[in-house]
Nanobody, 118 residues
Framework: QLQASGGGLVQAGGSLRLSCAAS????????MNWYRQAPGNQREWVAS???????NYGDSVKGRFTISRDNGKHTMYLRMNNLKPEDTAVYYC??????????????WGEGTLVTVSS
């Protein structure tokens, strides 16, 4: 239902753009989120965006990452600039997907690996 893509290997200071596409029977999508999990660490919330486009960011990425969405394409993006080695993690997307006016549930996408070399 959710598919994340766009990860890869990049040098410190570089940029990547992640995508998260929702598919299937979709009535609407509520808040969409990016999380990440580095080896040995707990999953960490990175950023979120409301259906109206209002973003919020974790302190560690504020000023470097930009979250956006295209409601017509049921897709969310994460533009990551000035990447640091500590941004290395598997990035996951999450969203509340409604299949009807009153029926929906949260979905998680499979992660996409981001590796930042120093």
């Amino acid at each position: 239902q959710l598919q994340a893509s766009g990860g890869g290997l990049v040098q410190a200071g570089g940029s990547l753009r992640l995508s998260c596409a929702a598919s299937g029977s979709i009535f609407s999508i509520g808040v969409m989120n990016w999380y990440r999990q580095a080896p040995g660490n707990q999953r960490e919330w990175v950023a979120s965006i409301t259906s109206g486009g209002s973003p919020n960011y974790g302190d560690s990425v504020k000023g470097r990452f930009t979250i956006s969405r295209d409601n017509g394409k049921h897709t969310m993006y994460l533009r990551m600039n000035n990447l640091k080695p500590e941004d290395t993690a598997v990035y996951y997307c999450n969203a509340e997907v409604m299949v009807g006016p009153n029926t929906g549930r949260p979905y998680w996408g499979e992660g996409t690996l981001v590796t930042v070399s120093s």
